[in-house]
């Protein structure tokens, strides 16, 4: 049970149905009070008709014997003089309540002897002989007419007759609000629970259609999960909503991971295929020169400690520059940062210049850009025939080094190539010589790593020139 309500499908349901049944009870008791208001109206203004009808008759000095009222159960009369005393009724009236005075029957001393209760008021409205009040008074009661109970809605009219102020009381039935209240009241209490079974029905329905994608992207998911095959892919609905994008975005997922993962069992192969030479080449100097120590190469034995050093560095950076590393320090100046790196290097084949003003800063780590300056230097220093040149300048928003060599060059469909690891261009070229074809691919990562690009184009003096492109920091 708690699995099912705490599915989406469930939820959704569950809220609509509320939201609608929330809004359907707070409209019908707005419909039901706005009815029973208007059916109230509707029988104040009845009675009031009636009053008025009996009071200008009563200013027309007829006798009360001879008033015309209402005799049936609809509009029970009451003609009161000032003392509350009855002097005229609707026939049939046995009980009423709410009015002047629950008498039903005419005081026969009242009409005997009439008049002489009228005493004008400051606060009262003050009328002539014949003349009926523009107020009205009104209220509910009950009232039985011929065996039926009742309840009404009460209006009274005053009226001066002769030396005394009458009050004509009529009353119009509530039975026809509260039948016209009661009917709608049960229509919405049959009908709401329908519309609210109809309402879940339909938000079950289409919520499942809409998350059957979903639920298929969820199966795929947890199969290629079990099999381990990244090359499958989630079904992709033809739709143009949030779950098409959700799992075209799934896919791009999947392929961003199926490319990192071959990428990385990739970069184990060739790391152990790297490892294995100069491991082997050490153990076999060494084995060597244990059975034989007058043959033990030690020069040869520490190149290639040196060269397996080297590489071990080189694999422990790439392993953390891929799994996020990112640069940490604070501003650098480019430019004194180029000329020490250049200046720690001895034994170089070819002396290298540089060009360029100190005070040029970036943000970074100083020892990941003088790791990319170097591997540059190296590269050119492999390639150059006479010389490398080492640029540092300003370029709109940019700092940028360029390492150039007069050497052959590289061929443009090779420029993107020779930035993959363990590339080497000259596959006849030595190991030794040509290094393990990760120096370039270390200075893309770390360029990449602080914002910055690393591309190489034609020198002017025919040869390769890299450029080292870093965001300058804002001021």
């Known amino acids: 049970m708690k699995r099912l309500f705490g599915s989406v499908r469930a939820q959704a349901t569950i809220g609509a149905t509320l939201v609608v049944a929330v809004a359907l009870i707070a409209a019908g008791t707005a419909v039901l009070l706005s009815l029973r208001s208007n059916l109230i109206q509707e029988a104040a203004a009845q009675a009031d008709a009636t009053a008025?009808?009996?009071?200008?008759?009563?200013?027309?000095?007829?006798?009360?014997?001879?008033?015309?009222?209402?005799?049936?159960?609809?509009?029970?009369?009451?003609?009161?003089?000032?003392?509350?005393?009855l002097l005229a009724v609707s026939e049939?009236?046995?009980?009423?309540?709410?009015?002047?005075?629950?008498?039903?029957?005419?005081?026969?001393?009242?009409?005997?002897?009439p008049g002489g209760g009228n005493d004008d008021d400051d606060d009262g409205e003050r009328l002539e002989a014949g003349e009926i009040s523009d107020e009205v008074e009104r209220g509910e009661g009950t009232a039985t007419v011929d065996?039926?109970?009742?309840?009404?809605?009460?209006?009274?009219?005053?009226?001066?007759?002769?030396?005394?102020r009458l009050t004509v009381w009529a009353g119009a039935p509530?039975?026809?609000?509260?039948?016209?209240?009661s009917t709608a009241q049960t229509v919405m209490l049959i009908g709401l629970p329908l519309l609210l079974v109809v309402v879940a029905g339909v938000t079950w329905g289409v919520t499942g259609r809409a998350l059957k994608p979903v639920e298929g992207i969820r199966r795929e998911m947890a199969a290629i999960t079990a099999s381990e095959d990244l090359g499958r892919r989630v079904p992709e609905p033809s739709t143009h909503d949030e779950v098409a994008r959700l799992a075209r975005t799934t896919n791009a997922t999947l392929t961003a991971l199926e490319a990192s993962v071959e990428r990385q069992r990739s970069f184990v192969a060739d790391a152990s295929h790297e490892l294995r030479s100069p491991i082997a080449s050490l153990r076999t100097q060494l084995e060597v020169g244990l059975a034989h120590p007058e043959l033990l190469d030690v020069a040869g034995a520490v190149e290639d400690t040196v060269r397996l050093q080297a590489l071990a560095a080189d694999l422990l950076l790439l392993a953390r520059l891929d799994a996020g590393e990112r640069p940490t320090g604070g501003r650098l100046d480019l430019g004194a940062l180029v000329r020490e790196e250049v200046s720690?290097?001895?034994?170089?084949?070819?002396?290298?210049?540089?060009?360029?003003?100190?005070?040029?800063?970036?943000?970074?780590?100083?020892?990941?850009?003088?790791?990319?300056?170097?591997?540059?230097?190296?590269?050119?220093?492999?390639?150059?025939?006479?010389?490398?040149?080492?640029?540092?300048?300003t370029d709109g928003p940019e700092a940028v080094v360029s390492v150039?060599?007069?050497?052959?060059?590289?061929?443009?469909?090779e420029r993107e190539r020779i930035f993959e690891r363990f590339?080497?261009?000259?596959?006849?070229?030595s190991r030794d010589d040509g290094g393990a074809g990760l120096g370039l691919?270390?200075?893309?990562?770390?360029?990449?790593?602080?914002?910055?690009?690393?591309?190489?184009?034609?020198?002017?003096?025919?040869?390769?020139?890299?450029?080292?492109?870093?965001?300058?920091p804002a001021d």
């Open 441 to 472: 691919a270390i200075a893309r990562d770390v360029a990449a790593r602080h914002g910055g690009t690393l591309r190489v184009r034609e020198a002017p003096e025919g040869g390769a020139l890299f450029e080292l492109r870093l965001p300058r």
């Open 147 to 164: 065996g039926h109970t009742a309840d009404y809605r009460f209006s009274a009219v005053e009226v001066e007759n002769d030396d005394d």
């Open 344 to 393: 720690q290097r001895v034994g170089d084949r070819l002396p290298v210049t540089v060009h360029g003003r100190a005070g040029l800063e970036v943000a970074g780590s100083r020892g990941q850009l003088a790791r990319v300056v170097g591997n540059l230097v190296d590269n050119a220093q492999r390639h150059a025939a006479s010389r490398v040149e080492v640029r540092v300048r």
């Open 423 to 429: 590339v080497r261009l000259d596959d006849a070229r």
């Open 174 to 181: 509530l039975a026809a609000e509260q039948g016209a209240v």
């Open 404 to 413: 150039a060599d007069d050497g052959s060059g590289v061929p443009e469909p």
């Open 92 to 113: 049939d009236l046995e009980r009423i309540s709410g009015t002047g005075t629950d008498a039903v029957r005419p005081d026969p001393e009242a009409l005997r002897e």
């Open 52 to 85: 008025r009808q009996v009071a200008s008759k009563v200013a027309a000095r007829t006798a009360y014997e001879d008033l015309d009222l209402p005799d049936d159960e609809d509009r029970p009369v009451q003609v009161v003089d000032s003392k509350g005393r």
